[in-house]
């Protein structure tokens, strides 16, 4: 390789910045500088670097009494255009209304890179507990949110015996196997021109989502899945 193959060192230093952001994708997480140094695969002496000009620019903060970082409120700030352009902000008043009429935390994800990625959540006022938040980024093969979306998706990755069954049922139903069983129910959310827009989908412990709550709360999510899709952006976030 060449001299003119290498990337440029401010290139350079703009993906390492780029991944080292990555790291904070979840449920607002918290690391110390020697975690993010080993979760972005560089020396200690760079992520110090990294994350000290990314607090400067406020897309991270560092925890006075802990020193640990987490994402900054500056990068709140530069994503509010990108949520407003998903739909975010028209999606949520029903998103709200839902969860607290079933008493379940709703989720609303899209497609992005092979994954169902969780883009809003809304807890009911009551009976909520952290079960009933999924990965914010799941395999769309592997998910109820991703059997929802993949069934209606206008690609021959929507063939298969499960999704065949999503399309005849209208729903997708998961059960997760973890210590304490989990299941979760997703319906999908069609946009402008019937196109599969996003999936909307809820979580719990199996031994209260039974067959019985399922078949309670799906008229429900069916009904505001339609309004949530009346309301979304013409473009299909995938």
């Not at 809304?122 to 980024?137: M, T």
């Amino acid at each position: 390789m060449t001299s003119t193959d290498q990337p440029r060192s401010g290139s350079q230093a703009v993906e390492r910045a780029i991944h080292l952001l990555n790291c904070f994708e979840g449920d607002d997480p918290e690391f110390s500088l020697s975690e993010l140094a080993h979760l972005a695969g560089v020396p200690v002496s760079t992520a110090h670097r990294l994350a000290k000009a990314l607090v400067g620019g406020r897309l991270l903060e560092q925890d006075p009494a802990t020193d640990r970082y987490r994402v900054g409120q500056g990068l709140a700030t530069l994503a509010r255009p990108a949520l407003t352009r998903l739909g975010i902000d028209s999606a949520a008043p029903h998103m709200y209304a839902l969860a607290a009429g079933i008493k379940i935390t709703v989720s609303l994800s899209v497609i992005d890179a092979g994954d169902a990625v969780t883009i809003l959540q809304a807890r009911p006022p009551v009976l909520f507990c952290n079960n009933q938040l999924p990965r914010p980024r799941q395999p769309l093969r592997s998910s109820a949110a991703g059997h929802a979306l993949l069934a209606y998706a206008a690609t021959n990755n929507r063939r298969g015996p499960d999704l065949d069954l999503v399309r005849r049922k209208g729903f997708a139903l998961e059960e997760i196997a973890v210590a304490d069983p989990l299941r979760a129910v997703a319906v999908p959310v069609f946009g402008p021109g019937r196109q599969v827009w996003g999936a909307l989908s809820v979580q719990a412990r199996s031994a209260r989502l039974t067959d019985e709550l399922v078949r309670e709360i799906l008229p429900a999510m069916q009904h505001f899945a339609v309004r949530i899709g009346s309301v979304v952006p013409n473009s299909t976030p995938e």
